[in-house]
């Protein structure tokens, strides 16, 4: 990564509140040079300069830091990881963390495992599989204090695929861009199906280019039915709400 781009790096990781270390900052470049080596053989991300995917990809990914609810040891899924995010830059600035990158897709779950591997992340443990089925599978189901999820389908499906995994009393942290009225209404309908409840809705500029963020925090009120999730492509295709 070049000069300038650490500079952004840290200058949006600052406005997070976050300090990088050198060591960290390192850690950063190589997984530029790795993302970059990756995409041209696997295609992860439309994103293609510098400053794109440094604020939007790491400095975006590390706002679901906001509000402090990822600083406590905990076991955390990441649904619908793609290529690695928000996993890769949450852990390597949140080491005490358990963190779970999931998706459908196995060769980015493949290029996540190597990737941590080559950055010494080894409190990572990355899984290929979908979301309908895993959240059925008892070594998965309420086993988490936190789920993340970074721009993975609307509100409502994404409450049926995520609370499933959630211990009761855990949160789910859906990173998207600006959001409407109508599909945080009905997110917050079908999660309280779903044994969940909206805790908070977190509007913010992403730092620097000021793009519009929301962080989404549902709170895990209670065990999700047993027959959600319903099976795979059924949430998508017909929705709760
Ligand atoms: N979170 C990443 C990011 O911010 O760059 C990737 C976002 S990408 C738009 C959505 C990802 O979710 C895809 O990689 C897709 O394979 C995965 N996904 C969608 N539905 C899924 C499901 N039901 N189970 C597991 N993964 C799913």
Do not use: W
Not at 154 to 160: G, K, S, Y
């Amino acid at each position: 990564m070049s000069t300038p781009g650490q500079t952004l790096l840290h200058t949006g990781a600052f406005a997070l509140g976050i300090t990088l270390t050198p060591e960290q900052n390192e850690q950063f470049s190589r997984l530029y040079a790795l993302l970059l080596d990756g995409n041209s053989r696997l295609n992860l991300t439309a994103l293609k300069t510098e400053q794109d995917i440094v604020l939007k990809h790491f400095v975006d990914s590390l706002s679901c830091l906001r509000g402090g609810y990822l600083d406590t040891p905990g076991h955390v899924l990441d649904l619908g990881t793609g290529g690695g995010f928000p996993s890769l830059p949450l852990a390597i600035v949140r080491p005490q963390l358990h963190i779970t990158p999931m998706d459908a897709t196995r060769k980015k779950i493949d290029f996540v495992r190597e990737t941590a591997g080559a950055l010494g992340l080894n409190h990572i443990r990355p899984v290929t599989g979908r979301a309908e089925t895993l959240g059925r599978d008892a070594a998965f189901r309420e086993q988490y204090d936190r789920v993340v999820a970074r721009a993975v389908t609307t509100l409502p499906v994404l409450a049926e695929l995520a609370l499933p995994f959630l211990k009761v009393g855990g949160l789910l942290l859906a990173q998207k861009g600006a959001l409407s009225s109508g599909e945080l209404q009905a997110g917050a309908q079908a999660a309280a199906q779903l044994g969940g409840r909206v805790q908070e809705i977190d509007e913010f500029a992403l730092p620097v280019l000021g793009d519009a963020r929301t962080l989404v925090l549902v709170e895990k009120v209670r065990p999700t039915p047993d027959r959600y999730p319903r099976r795979d492509g059924i949430p998508n295709q017909q929705p709760l709400f």
